[in-house]
């Protein structure tokens, strides 16, 4: 896969988690049950099993004995629930819409601050996954030079690995919440049955992509660093080749008088040398003899 490609692969997996992300932080469907609620008196038109009905044809007559056969569960009803970070809705028997209140005015006192926590780590999740898709934009379209696209591809790396990190332990914390709630909270608000709902599960993916966009990136940072070293290496290879460097494990040996009349051994060669503006041939022999030295040197062009 080619840088581009790579680049836009961990853009569209970062951006799909913070539309993910978002959505499920605004929603109030992360879990989803029922309640079981006692039957309302049917009232005037009102009909159906949702409601108590009267045995007595005189049935708006105060004084009169009113006859009531439900019993056991037939005087229940299921009442389904919705709730999400923020609010905790319900449906109203026998009637059209839903009544919410706050999720945090339901949660136990002392839950309450591992609430707020989930909440800002929540916030700090998208912000970081925000910055992270600007990040991958402005590399995508605006960096000049190949060190810069690294630095802001690293930068980048960190950003959304710290995100998927927050995003996580945000939401383990709502859900140990939630399940406080639901052994300790109100009477009139505990659930009979309840599973996760779809912003669950949105908040899930919304984690799974931002990991995916992470792994994503530093797999192209990691490449593209190996095939600067690899072009950086071919190229070495092949200035060596044009130009003819000598075989240092190989220098040529003469022997020449040395230090106080003895013989020692001297080693010379070639290698290109820049010279005003262009590549000369510089050849040298080195003469080493304890602290003695002798380099001797010319240039040919």
């Known amino acids: ?55 007595s044809p005189d049935a ?10 439900e019993t056991g569960d037939d005087k229940f009803v299921d009442q389904k629930f919705h709730a999400g970070i923020w609010y905790s809705c319900e449906e109203i028997i026998n009637e059209e ?21 989930s909440i800002v780590t929540e916030l700090l999740y998208i912000i970081l996954l925000l910055t992270g898709v600007i990040l991958m934009a402005v590399e995508m379209c605006y960096y000049s030079t ?4 690294l630095k802001i591809n ?29 052994n300790l909270g109100p009477e009139d608000w505990r659930p009979h049955t309840w599973d996760y709902g779809w912003s669950y599960c949105l908040a899930w993916a919304s984690f799974a992509c931002c990991m995916a966009a992470a792994v994503t990136t530093i797999n192209k ?7 600067f070293k690899h072009k950086r290496k071919t190229l070495g290879r092949s200035l060596q080749i044009k130009y003819k460097f000598p075989d240092r494990t190989s ?37 080493p003899h304890l602290n003695h030295s002798m380099i001797l040197c010319d240039f040919q062009t």
Not at 97 to 117: N, Y
Request: aromatic share 14%; with cysteine.
């Open 1 to 55: 896969m080619k840088q581009r490609q790579r680049a836009s692969a961990a853009f569209s997996l970062s951006f799909l988690s913070l539309v993910f992300s978002i959505t499920a932080f605004s929603s109030s469907y992360w879990c989803e049950g029922t309640r079981k609620v006692a039957k309302p008196f049917c009232t005037g038109q009102s009909k159906g099993d949702h409601c108590i009905r009267f045995n």
């Open 60 to 69: 708006n007559n105060s004084n009169a004995v009113q006859y009531i056969w």
């Open 97 to 117: 819409g839903e009544k919410c209140r706050s999720f945090i005015s339901l949660t136990p006192a002392s839950d309450r601050g591992v609430l707020w926590l």
């Open 146 to 149: 190949v060190i810069d696209g």
């Open 154 to 182: 690293a930068f980048s790396a960190v950003v959304t690995v710290l995100a998927g990190l927050l995003g996580m332990v945000a939401h383990m914390m709502y859900t140990t919440v939630f399940q406080m709630t639901v």
């Open 221 to 227: 940072y990691t490449k593209t660093i190996l095939e």
């Open 251 to 287: 220098p040529e040996k003469c022997s020449r008088p040395g230090w106080m009349g003895l013989e020692e051994t001297c080693y010379s060669g070639r290698c290109p040398f820049p010279w005003q503006g262009s590549w000369n041939w510089m050849s040298f022999q080195m003469c």
